[in-house]
Structures are given as structure tokens and as C-alpha cells.
């Protein structure tokens, strides 16, 4: 595992490697395999839609990420994937290498249940693209940021983020500086194209929109999929996610929005 720097003014992160060997970063779960020492330094980067006309059902499935070596020694890259390998799924997964305005697919060397590893043939930027013939579930996760609106009127606002599981939690929160970000156990399972809503008590709530279409959002602008707005009282609640059947897909959290005690637990199914 790396300690990996963040830029604030750029966004990009950077470690030096002294060594051949593995290194994780905790903060993208990325792993870049090392054939020797050398400074990494990577950032995340917008999807540009035209570049991928022609290439069939192939769609985004990652973020993208431009990536550079002082002395060019990253041997094997592992990208983080959020696909639900089972023996009945359709699902395709290639990586998108954008080199000076042109893309070739890579064929992986080896899928595991969270990463795609590929060789690296020269550095630039790299993502994660995706075949499927059905709509599958993907492994997906809910992000909780509050926010206490102040004035005449007071209103306590909590932003509900549906993202896929392999999206950097660190890079959704440096776009929320301005709320506080609640830990929980985020992790679900969503099916793209599908619709969802949010359930929570107590009542009164409002829900901005009430319900919503699941997306695989990679960024570059991560925006709240649902803001939902309580009594300016209500210093805790009890939150959960629906599908379009009314079937629990996220079990319903108790979240504390006081200071002291801001978090998400587990809690009793919502009646």
C-alpha cells in the first residue's frame, strides 16, 4: 500500500515507487506493478464520447485515468471494476487506451473479481469499457453528504449519491467541501437503466426527485441523485432504498446527523 499525494490545485495524486514490487492506493484502488523505481503520477479525466463511436456496444466502465512514469516502469496496471462475475452473466470488459486523440481496446491478461489487469504498452489514459447484452446488476454504492440550511427557512438537507462501486469515494467528496461527508456501509447492488427511491423516516420528507433512473456515472461532476429535506428537530433518521417493485436494495441505516455523533448504522426495516 501507498501514501499517496493529493494535489489540491489539480486533483491528480502521485507516489514514488523506489522499488519493483506491487503498490495499492487506498484512495483509487488502483494497483500499478512496478519493474523498478520511478515517480507515478495520475489523475482522473473526462470521458469524451466521441472518441468511442465505432466501437460497437462498448460503453464506459471506470473512470479514466491519465497516467505518467518518470522512467516509464509501470509494468502491469490493475483498474477497478465494479461487474458481478457469475456464470450466467454477458459481460464483456476491454480497456480503452487513448493515445493522441486515438483509441485502441486492450484485451485484459486477467480479470479477478475486483480488477482488470492489463499490460502496459506506453503511458497515457486508460479506462475500463464494458460489453454487456443485458442489463446486469454491477456492485454500486450510496454516499451520504448532509448539509443544514440556515436562515428563515431552516431546513436539514441530506444528498443521496447512486454511484458504481468502483468510483473514488475521495474524489466525490472534494467536490462537496462545502458538506459533511457520512461514513456508512455504502455497499449495494443496482442495475443501470433502472429506477430507485429513497425511503426514510420520520415523516414529514421531501424527496428531490422522487424517484430516479440508476446511471454509471464516472465523473468528471458528481451530482446528488436525490436531495431529501427534514425538520430542522430531526437530529437523526432512517434511511433505506427501493426499487421500482418497492423491494429493499439497501438496507434501511439509522443515520445520526448531529456532530457528536454522525454516522450510519444498520437498522430495523422501515415499515
Known sequence: QVSAVTDAGSGAYSFWCSHAGQFYCKLTNLVFEMKGSGKVLYAFVSWDKSQLQ?????Q???PLYNITCSEDSILYLHLPH????????????AVAHISDDTVEILQPLKITNTHVILEVPGLSIFGLLRKCFFQEPINAQVLLFYKEIIGTQRKRK????????NVSVKEVQQQHQGNTYIPCSSICQLIPG??????CKPKPYVSQPKVETFGCDFGPNYHPTFEVFFNPEDEDLTLGLLDE????V??????????????AVASEIIE
Do not use: S
Not at 82 to 93: A, G, K, P, R, V
Not at 158 to 165: A, K, S, Y
Open 54 to 58: 465505432g466501437m460497437g456496444q462498448f
Open 194 to 199: 433502472k429506477k430507485y427511491k429513497p425511503i
Open 250 to 263: 439497501w438496507e434501511p441505516r439509522h443515520v445520526f446527523l448531529t456532530a457528536d455523533n454522525r454516522e
Open 245 to 248: 417493485t418497492d423491494q429493499e
Open 60 to 62: 464506459p466502465a471506470g
Open 158 to 165: 441530506l444528498d443521496i449519491h447512486l454511484l458504481p462501486g
Open 82 to 93: 465494479c461487474e458481478i462475475h457469475t456464470d450466467n452473466n454477458q459481460i464483456e470488459l
